[in-house]
């Protein structure tokens, strides 16, 4: 039973405002649009005659007709008929974190872009440099220092690991100040684009006894064929560097190169003294495809896209009215009901499943809607039960001690109610989000509570996780709508 408060915000009084603007030119519906956005923001709880009773009698003081009532509708064991995960692949920008190793079947590689004159600056230690024999280069590394003073891994730290890693590099001569210059104007996308033919004859496969604390670099010394090569620059060079580590027993987290105190960088050393190069941007890759149709990874930009039986939907809406659905009239929009709020729940399964910081982790969720013979996604937003939350904890949550899980879909049945003559099921797409640090907590966001204590909702940093939702779909799922409608003459 859904309690009778739910927390609505502005934004979604303005998403019924939204919809009934779109699809209905008529004031009597706007009006209708702003008393549901009132109702809801009131209380909102309609399992019982009597809460749907105070709810009308409160719509009729506001002049609204006697004949829209707020129905609930439970429909059980609706088949999925379709479900797909989607991995993504593409570079990321790593001006914030880098990231090596291996999760699961997911492995990470740094890129990092350099452009260096040794024509400037210290041109003494360049010379000395170049001359010494047993010069040394070694790539300078900071771990994400938030991240690893996290209550998750802080009394686990130092993690250590003869880590196997291959580092490959591309160096390139330049003989001008301009021509070296206008390796800074290459974009971005284009730079990111390359690394899909990443291929060169420098590689170099190494162990190194990494140990990772929260305030300590690590340092990978460059093979000595790199070294070399950048001793005989005469004048300056672009030299990209990918570091993989396929073989990882984790995925390490490290400062990206927008990071000034932490910046990744190229250690230059001769004798006693030594030289910084920094980075003027880097990037991410993470490589691997799912081992399930139904399998999501959570830390990625993985999504799983679901299509729900339309035409079980549609059955019980027509068995439910006991009218035709949809209602095909005029603009064929069938606006004699309105969708306050819908969820779908499924039981929780978590076996085949893992997580690296074992914390509950929140499925995001987002609807796909036509408009003009196109598609385009909605992300939903979550409309809180509070009472509900208080006692067991968010409804959305995986990997957390719940039997089952309720993700909101409101926007997407509103719009499929709407023209569902047009559209075979309802179709929606789940993300794995960031961990949550106080399930019970109804504020769902970070605030500062009435001590000016800083309160903290998520976590700063993705987890790297791997759910299987294949067994929590077996059976279809439950949805419930709630429905504010009318019908007979009035409509």
Known sequence: MYPPVFRVDCLYICSVFDFFGEHVKNRSFLYLALSFAVFCFFACGFDSDGESQSVNSWLSSQ???????????????????????????????????????????????SYLDFGFNFTKGDTAFIRRFKKDDSSEVALRLFPEKGFYASKF?????????DLEVNISWILKEYSTSSELNKVLDIPDSTWYASFEKWKTE?????????????????????????VDAMREVSFGARLQVKVSAEK?????????????????????????????????????????????????????????????????????LSEFYGDEFPWEKGNKMDVRQAVVLAQFTIPTNDAGSVSELGAPIQVVVSS?????????????????????????????LVFYDRD???????????????????MENLKVMLRLGYPV?????????????????????????????????APMFENGV?????LASKRGDEE
């Open 63 to 109: 002049g609204m007709p006697s004949s829209y009532k707020v129905n609930v509708l439970e429909i059980s064991d609706l088949p999925i008929v379709s479900s797909e995960v989607f991995h993504s692949s593409k570079p990321m920008s790593g001006y914030v974190t880098l990231s090596l190793g291996k999760f699961e079947d997911i492995s990470h590689d």
């Open 153 to 161: 891994l802080k009394d686990s730290l130092p993690l250590e690991e």
């Open 202 to 226: 420098n590689s170099f496969d190494t162990t190194y006894s990494i140990s990772i604390k929260k305030d300590s670099a690590v340092f990978l010394a460059m093979p000595k064929e790199l």
């Open 248 to 316: 990882a027993s984790r995925v390490y987290r490290f400062s990206g190169h927008g990071n000034a105190s932490y910046m990744p960088s190229l250690q230059l050393k001769s004798e006693d003294r030594s030289m910084l190069l920094t980075p003027f941007r880097s990037a991410l890759t993470m490589n691997g495809e799912s081992l399930g149709e139904n399998t999501l990874y959570g830390g990625t930009r993985d999504s799983l896209v679901l299509e729900i039986s339309g035409e079980k939907i549609m059955e019980a």
């Open 368 to 396: 796909f809607a036509e408009e003009d013979t196109s598609e385009y996604r909605r992300d939903e937003l979550y409309k809180l039960n509070i009472s509900e939350i208080a006692s067991n904890g968010h409804p959305n």
């Open 404 to 422: 089952s899980i309720s993700l909101q879909v409101t926007y997407g049945m509103r719009d499929f109610i709407n023209k569902a003559a047009e």
């Open 437 to 469: 640090l106080a399930p019970k907590d109804t504020i769902y966001n970070d605030y500062i509570n009435a001590k000016g204590d800083t309160i903290r909702f998520f976590f700063d940093y993705f987890d790297y996780a791997k759910y299987d939702f």
């Open 478 to 482: 439950q949805m419930k709508l709630w």
